[in-house]
């Protein structure tokens, strides 16, 4: 909001129809089939029956105007100036896609789930929110309505197990609540260049023993931020640093903790998508239950366990000691274009969302690529957290997802779930992606323009490309309503960058205030069956000792959390990546 962090306070309203009216008909597909909608995984033969599909079942509502909406990233930019343009001139239905920050996305859709009225037609929402849509029952269930209601609009050829993130949009109950419509996961990103400097690493392994390389676990992190601003300190005449991170009080910093930042300091339990009992929320809920049981240790959750104090410690004694001046008072999107001053050697916490504006040329300010343009930056995985374990989920995977909701009314829902097939279809969905680079389709991650362009995106093809992609996931079930608990969260971890609070003290509190809150929810499902039977039932208070270290409980206190530092050559990284297609 990747997921979660809070894209901009301003709405962005993006006029996307300047052009006169134009025929809904085939000349006008073959037109946008030529021009625009190369290269694809389909023949042009294939893209024409494609969009002649499109046109047939448009035609009840040709004229008919509809609004949607998304949070402003690139990808969705094009969709709103791009495809919506020519999703009008084939099928003659007008869609008005609106771009507003992720958080104004957020309350829009919790305001429509509230009030049950159509404020838009269809929304392109986080799938963080599967475990409150598929409790809530606002949304449309879309397992059931593209065999049923939805039939006569649900594309023969969209494919759906082609799609990247399905499991991420799939409920408790096994039903798609949501279509993916964009990806990006949060990577490791260094310096390759100064990363491959002999002098560098030699001056690295006589001081710590091993060598530089990508860093497998948070002790090698550690040592390389300390190394290179503490050792190193400049490059070419310029001041360097080890580390970068925000600290910005706003609600990206909690989004940016309940995303990734627990599970890959090893906080919660193994399990993919999302670790059951415990997610990376901390939050407790029994296998084969969608009933949470609670955040706090002595409920049996994981929030304010020895695993999550100690991530956010990790954070915050990080930023404090080898970021730049002034990261603390960054926001996601101020820390994550710094890189292109070209001043910082790595960052655990980078998302691929932004690699296309990591390989804009030099001439644009970029000082993160050579003079031809090839990126001198890698992106790898995530390094591990002490108390990581093999088959937990590594990070976190943003997958901006179509979603409908009941209060719309059908005859615009079904115009507006053309849309939403027609901007993810095969015939758009390679141009879309070269364009975003958030990929959705496996088919497309895998078409030969990405096999020529790999060399220029830093790894983030052999990336997708890899079985390691299903490590990275959103938000998941355990989470029964998204929108109330996530305002929880950057209140407390902004106390902590402030020094008001020690990570133990805004655990505690922020795992008390989760609680506090599910049982409301609980109150609320029990009386009414507001979550469908699925809301909270709190397990009571028990000693924390009751709970951690048990068999499925929240991990106790290691006695080390500081192991030995381990890396890994990139090259050994690709080769595995390759390898293992």
């Avoid at 082609?162 to 039903?175: A, E, L």
């Amino acid at each position: 909001m990747q997921r979660r962090p809070i894209r901009t306070a301003l709405a962005l309203a993006v006029a996307v129809l300047c052009a006169p009216p134009a025929l809904a008909d085939t000349a006008a597909a073959k037109r946008w089939i030529d021009q625009e909608f190369q290269p694809s995984t389909l023949s042009k033969d294939q893209q024409a029956k494609e969009m002649e599909w499109f046109i047939n079942a448009a035609k009840p509502f040709k004229g008919l105007e509809i609004n949607v909406l998304s949070e402003t990233i690139p990808t969705h930019e094009y969709e709103a100036k791009t495809l919506a343009k020519a999703f009008f001139e084939i099928t003659g239905i007008k869609v008005n896609h609106q771009l507003l920050g992720e958080g104004e996305v957020v309350q829009a859709v919790q305001t429509q789930m509230q009030t049950n009225r159509n404020l838009y037609d269809a929304y392109i929402n986080d799938s963080d929110l599967i475990g409150t849509h598929s409790r809530l029952q606002s949304a449309v269930n879309l397992s059931d309505w593209m065999a049923g209601e939805g039939k006569d609009v649900t594309l023969p050829t969209l494919d759906v197990k082609d799609f990247i993130g399905i499991s991420f949009t799939t409920g408790p109950d096994g039903k798609i609540w949501q279509l993916p419509d964009q990806q990006f996961a949060n990577l490791y990103w260094f310096r390759k260049d100064w990363f491959d400097r002999a002098d560098i690493k030699a001056k690295f392994k006589e001081k710590y023993g091993y060598d530089l390389g990508v860093p497998v676990n948070w002790s090698a992190y550690e040592d390389i931020a300390k190394f290179f601003s503490e050792d190193i300190k400049e490059i070419d005449g310029k001041r360097i640093y080890g580390h970068m991170d925000y600290g910005k009080r706003a609600p990206d910093l909690g989004w940016r903790m309940t995303d990734a930042w627990l599970s890959m300091a090893g906080s919660g339990s193994k399990g993919l998508p999302n670790g059951r009992p415990i997610d990376e929320w901390g939050i407790r809920m029994e296998k084969g239950s969608c009933n949470p049981q609670g955040a706090s240790v002595t409920r049996g959750g994981e929030t304010n366990g020895p695993a999550s104090v100690y991530a956010i410690a990790k954070w915050d004694e990080w930023l404090r000691k080898y970021a730049p001046p002034g990261a603390a008072d960054y926001d996601f999107y101020q820390s994550l274009p710094a890189l292109a001053q070209g001043n910082v050697a790595q960052q655990v916490f980078w998302y691929t969302a932004f690699t296309a504006s990591m390989v804009a040329p030099k001439k644009d300010g970029n000082n993160t690529v050579d003079d031809k343009g090839m990126p001198q930056w890698r992106m790898a995985p995530s390094p591990k957290g002490a108390y990581w374990e093999e088959g937990m989920k590594l990070g976190y995977q943003d997958a901006g997802s179509w979603t409908l909701f009941k209060s719309t009314p059908v005859n615009r829902r079904k115009a507006a779930w053309l849309y939403a097939q027609f901007v993810v279809s095969k015939t758009v969905d390679v141009k879309k992606s070269q364009v975003g680079l958030t990929f959705v389709r496996d088919s497309t991650v895998r078409h030969a323009s990405f096999t020529e362009r790999a060399p220029r995106l830093g790894g983030l093809v052999e990336f997708y490309r890899s079985p390691d992609r299903v490590m990275w996931t959103p938000t998941g079930v355990n989470v029964p309503d998204y929108p109330k608990l996530a305002q929880l969260w950057w209140q407390q971890i902004g106390d902590v960058n402030s020094g008001a609070f020690t990570p133990q003290k805004a655990m505690d509190r922020l795992a008390e205030e989760m609680d506090q809150v599910m049982a409301r929810m609980q109150e609320a499902d029990e009386k009414a069956k507001t979550y469908g039977g699925c809301g909270p039932r709190l397990n009571p208070p028990k000693k924390p000792e009751d709970w951690l270290g048990k068999p499925d409980g929240p991990k106790a206190k290691l006695a080390n959390e500081k192991p030995k530092g381990i890396t890994m050559p990139y090259e050994e990284i690709v080769k595995r990546w390759a390898a293992a297609k």
